[in-house]
């Protein structure tokens, strides 16, 4: 089963609207964390947001918020007033374990265009 | 206060000749993982290592590749007869153990592997 699924492998979005790019997650171990980064035509990897498996409210980072609903699984990013240079790769992804062990899994990524 | 160092950053081989690709992780961080991306693909996971010791190798290949990460130096991934195949971006990451609550992993700006 898949550990990470991203839905959309792409998505469109006007310039100065919001968009939400879908993330869901599977995992059994109650202690984990969920991921967004951003990877641009250039090629590296960019961290946007983190939210933990025990944190009661949403994550916010500036326009990058994540709304996660735990009982559904799912860790969906919302990216507010969208601007030309959001366009690029998104990756959701999860670590699961805790102390010793803490494996990373990653999504396939939705490719993002914003439209002038 | 340095990233995480990848190099080479861009690498050419031949069929069959060997590929070494190294990975300073962030100072203090002690916990690695290695990644494959495929032109317009996500990240794979490969292999997650701490200092001296492979904690997870699921998604190496059977046969050709290696990885270590050894009490002093880098962390190393070798790929021995590489093949066209083995033609990607390999992405290092790093981050500090000890908890769910360490933020975000740290990537490297990748290694481009081109096999000829």
């Known amino acids: 089963a898949q550990k990470i699924t991203q839905t959309q492998p792409g998505m469109f979005v006007q310039e100065k609207e919001a968009v939400t790019l879908d993330c869901t997650y599977d995992?059994?171990?109650?202690?984990?964390?969920l991921f967004w980064y951003k990877q641009p035509s250039s090629g590296e990897m960019i961290f946007l947001i983190y939210q933990g498996s025990y944190d009661q409210q949403n994550a916010t980072e500036g326009r990058y918020s994540l709304n996660f609903q735990k009982a559904r699984k799912s860790a969906n990013l919302v990216i507010s007033a969208s601007q030309l240079g959001d366009s690029a790769m998104y990756f959701c992804a999860m670590r699961e374990g805790d102390g010793g062990y803490q494996k990373v899994t990653f999504g396939t990524g939705t490719k993002l265009q914003v439209i002038p | 206060n340095a990233g995480v160092m990848q190099n080479p950053r861009h690498l050419v081989r031949r069929r069959g000749q060997e590929a070494r690709l190294r990975c300073s992780p962030m100072k203090g961080h002690s916990h690695v993982y290695w990644y494959r991306q495929l032109p317009e693909e996500g990240l794979k996971f490969m292999v997650y290592?701490?200092?001296?010791?492979?904690?997870?190798e699921s998604g190496m290949p059977k046969e050709r590749f290696s990885a270590e990460f050894p009490k002093e130096g880098p962390s190393i991934l070798r790929i021995q007869q590489v093949v066209r195949g083995d033609s990607a971006a390999y992405f290092c990451?790093?981050?500090?153990?000890?908890?769910?609550?360490?933020?975000?992993?740290?990537f490297g700006e990748g290694s481009r592997l081109t096999v000829l």
């Open positions: 290592l701490q200092k001296e010791n492979i904690i997870d």
């Open positions: 995992t059994s171990d109650p202690s984990y964390g």
């Open positions: 990451a790093s981050s500090t153990g000890g908890g769910i609550y360490t933020g975000e992993l740290f």
